[in-house]
T-cell receptor, first 112, second 117 residues
Framework: EAGVTQFPSHSVIEKGQTVTLRCDPI?????LYWYRRVMGKEIKFLLH????????ESGMPNNRFLAERTGGTYSTLKVQPAELEDSGVYFC??????????FGQGTRLTVV | AQSVTQLDSQVPVFEEAPVELRCNYS??????LFWYVQYPNQGLQLLLK??????LVESINGFEAEFNKSQTSFHLRKPSVHISDTAEYFC???????????????FGQGTELSVKP
């Protein structure tokens, strides 16, 4: 069974540009999460989808971040325009009912 | 608000030595506790979890953690580490009432375990 996959694994963009991160969850998992780790700090929750609906987006830093989950399958996280402080590792995770979250390998975003 | 504190950012140890990675949490609501591990160039993997029952939980690779409610701790231990245990370890909690609805994880800052020969 395939795990959670994230694309790209690395991205280097200039300040002001747009970047879109993609996450493919484990098939059948209704719950999908985005987390972020800024260098040297803890992993922080960004948002939670249940199927295609946003269940909790309390961790989204500001309106430059837009997350979608089309048809309750894969999800995208767009940063527009990117700022230097957006650099970090973005993790996606998925889970079923009463199961732990399974994480992807993360996307390392560097804004220069 | 809930928080998780991992006091040690880096723990260097020699192979076959015992190790303890400390984790304390703060919450006014019951929580479930987790340890995740991230090996170099890999994603986060669940190492072990405490939901209920015995306060001592074990992983398949020899790690164990004990939930101590009075001290609000969930320290991770291994009696004899291997080179392959070199990784970053994350302690995390979920609010118990939200677990069945897929509640969010609240992570500590991570501890880098470095096992030297």
């Amino acid at each position: 069974e395939a795990g959670v996959t994230q694309f790209p694994s690395h991205s280097v963009i200039e300040k002001g540009q747009t970047v879109t991160l993609r996450c493919d969850p484990i098939s059948g998992h209704d719950n999908l999460y985005w987390y972020r780790r800024v260098m040297g700090k803890e992993i922080k929750f960004l948002l939670h989808f249940v199927k295609e609906s946003k269940q909790d987006e309390s961790g989204m830093p500001n309106n430059r971040f837009l997350a979608e989950r089309t048809g309750g399958t894969y999800s995208t996280l767009k940063v527009q325009p990117a700022e230097l402080e957006d650099s970090g590792v973005y993790f996606c995770a998925s889970g079923g009912i009463r199961t732990e979250a399974f994480f992807g390998q993360g996307t390392r975003l560097t804004v220069v | 608000a809930q928080s998780v504190t991992q006091l040690d950012s880096q723990v260097p140890v020699f192979e076959e030595a015992p190790v303890e990675l400390r984790c304390n949490y703060s919450s006014s609501v019951s929580v479930y506790l987790f340890w995740y591990v991230q090996y170099p160039n890999q994603g986060l993997q669940l190492l072990l979890k405490y939901l209920s029952g015995s306060t001592l939980v074990e992983s398949i690779n020899g790690f164990e953690a004990e939930f101590n409610k009075s001290q609000t701790s969930f320290h991770l231990r291994k009696p004899s580490v291997h080179i392959s245990d070199t990784a970053e370890y994350f302690c995390a909690v979920i609010l118990a009432p939200s677990y069945n609805q897929g509640g969010k994880l609240i992570f500590g800052q991570g501890t880098e375990l470095s096992v030297k020969p």
